[in-house]
């Protein structure tokens, strides 16, 4: 089988999204660390592997992605007989997975990765956060948690009946709030 | 064959990427005219159908979508034998396809609907427009037409060496803003 190559860094969350998917399809996989203090991610070698400069790129044998979430759906689609099934083969359920995958991507991720920086990276290296910021997208992180809330009342799972990529597109970022806020979100 | 309603707004961008999937792939539907200036998308009915009060929504007989991607997804996935097909069924090229969806939406749409509100939409309604974020918009908007144009040297299509969803994703916004821009874009 050819070599799985995830070049990306540990405390990036679109990272651990295609990790989080590699650990759950049990594959073996090499981590290439990029060291984004120095900006590795925004000059060569790695601005071959995504011109926008972003962790995580992929490779898997000469294919070669980047954007978290199609690396995501790619692996569970190539290696569908490895590990925890995470997408649909139904087409109907499919596309109820598909909404909320872009809720996700769509309203979750756009507030959950500016608090993310605010209340985890900034202090993570001392920079001060803006309170103003933070409070406007606590406020819609709310906003999208009630309709979670009630999504979750008629549904085991985000995506559906059960586990998928979509629940855990959640994970990283989720997880990491819930450490550095008051909030009670898990 | 269950009727097929798109519940929307002709002004609305994520609307027209419905329907255009619906042209493109030959089928027949019923348009529910959503009144976005008396905040129709904002209340019942159209609540139910999407908990975020955005257009559009669809219904394809018990079904109901929200989210405009996942819905044309569902449109190219489930009525795979009519129209242009739109998607690739081959797992590699469809794992490039996801890459460049993703690109679209979560760079190219994030610049376009800003500019689209703030040159189209605030234009027709007679709003003053901000020129700041105008300004900001149209370079990040720069950064990435200079990607799309490497690997437009590089592909036939931004998707792989057909049309598909992702380039028929793009067309909405970038029809509007090349009629109300200074800027070369089409």
Do not use: C
């Amino acid at each position: 089988m050819a070599t799985i190559k995830v070049h990306g860094s540990p405390i990036s969350t679109a990272t651990m999204l295609v990790t989080a998917t590699l650990y759950e399809k049990e594959l073996e996989f090499e981590f290439v660390s990029i060291n984004m203090r120095n900006g590795e991610h925004k000059k060569g070698p790695f601005i071959s592997l995504n011109p926008f400069g972003q962790v995580p790129a992929f490779e898997d044998g000469d294919l070669k992605l980047f954007e978290s979430r199609a690396i995501t759906q790619y692996i569970d689609h190539e290696y569908a007989d490895k590990g925890t099934k995470l997408t649909s083969s139904d087409s109907k359920k499919m596309a109820i997975m598909s909404v909320w995958s872009e809720v996700e991507s769509l309203h979750y991720d756009q507030v959950a990765s500016i608090l993310v920086w605010e209340l985890g990276i900034k202090t993570l290296f001392g920079i001060p956060l803006d309170s103003n910021v933070v409070e406007e997208n606590e406020a819609k992180l709310d906003i999208i948690l009630d309709v979670y809330e009630k999504r979750l009342s008629k549904s085991k799972y985000l995506g559906g009946d059960s586990f998928t990529l979509v629940d855990l597109h959640h994970l990283p970022s989720l997880l990491l709030l819930d450490e550095v806020t008051e909030q009670e979100i898990v």
